[in-house]
T-cell receptor, first 111, second 112 residues
Framework: GQNIDQPTEMTATEGAIVQINCTYQ??????LFWYQQHAGEAPTFLSY????GLEEKGRFSSFLSRSKGYSYLLLKELQMKDSASYLC????????????FGAGTTVTVRA | DGGITQSPKYLFRKEGQNVTLSCEQN?????MYWYRQDPGQGLRLIYY???????QKGDIAEGYSVSREKKESFPLTVTSAQKNPTAFYLC???????????FGQGTRLTVV
């Protein structure tokens, strides 16, 4: 099975940096994804890691350590529009397309 | 335009009735997924399919059924056996390589 854990809520100030952690225990590993979801909307893709290290995409970066079963999403220069839920998802074995999500972390950005 | 379409956006049904949610994609993706999301919760996997005429149970398949007769289509039936069917249902698709899944806009089902 797959067990994916994230903090439930985080609050930060506009312009600040927030780091959302995700730990996972899965039967096989073939990639970790981060999605952003605004209330009532579909999730949108932010980043993908399959090898250890940091992937940077503008204000968003994601890090992966496969040996530790750990990832984080780093949001820099926070804007009010970044208030949303952030979902960590893991894809299992190479030939298995199962994509499982954590419960999500709700980030609130305050002025 | 390529994309994934769910219909309808809102659906109301009486308790005890089966209801089918539509999901169509024209992205030529092999894999398709159905997730359920309850208020304030993450996405829970109901069923997924890697190829036509084949599908696998996810973590909460009880009370649901699916079919995959065409590559483009992956309808989900919420049966009367599903004890608490009111939720936001999301369909997604992805190619066979492990890149991101693309989501439809969701169907909000309310059973009264």
């Amino acid at each position: 099975g797959q067990n994916i854990d994230q903090p439930t809520e985080m609050t930060a100030t506009e312009g600040a940096i927030v780091q959302i952690n995700c730990t996972y225990q899965t039967s096989g590993f073939n990639g970790l994804f981060w999605y952003q979801q605004h209330a009532g909307e579909a999730p949108t893709f932010l980043s993908y890691n399959v090898l250890d290290g940091l992937e940077e995409k503008g204000r968003f970066s994601s890090f992966l350590s496969r040996s530790k079963g750990y990832s984080y999403l780093l949001l820099k220069e926070l804007q009010m529009k970044d208030s949303a839920s952030y979902l960590c998802a893991v894809r299992g074995r190479t030939n298995d397309y199962k994509l499982s999500f954590g419960a999500g972390t709700t980030v609130t950005v305050r002025a | 335009d390529g994309g994934i379409t769910q219909s309808p956006k809102y659906l109301f049904r009486k308790e005890g009735q089966n209801v089918t949610l539509s999901c169509e994609q024209n992205l030529n993706h092999d894999a398709m997924y159905w997730y359920r999301q309850d208020p304030g919760q993450g996405l829970r996997l109901i069923y997924y399919s890697q190829i036509v005429n084949d599908f696998q149970k996810g973590d909460i398949a009880e009370g649901y059924s699916v079919s995959r007769e065409k590559k483009e289509s992956f309808p989900l039936t919420v049966t009367s056996a599903q004890k608490n069917p009111t939720a936001f249902y999301l369909c997604a698709s992805s190619p066979d390589s492990p890149i991101e899944a693309f989501f439809g806009q969701g169907t909000r089902l309310t059973v009264v």
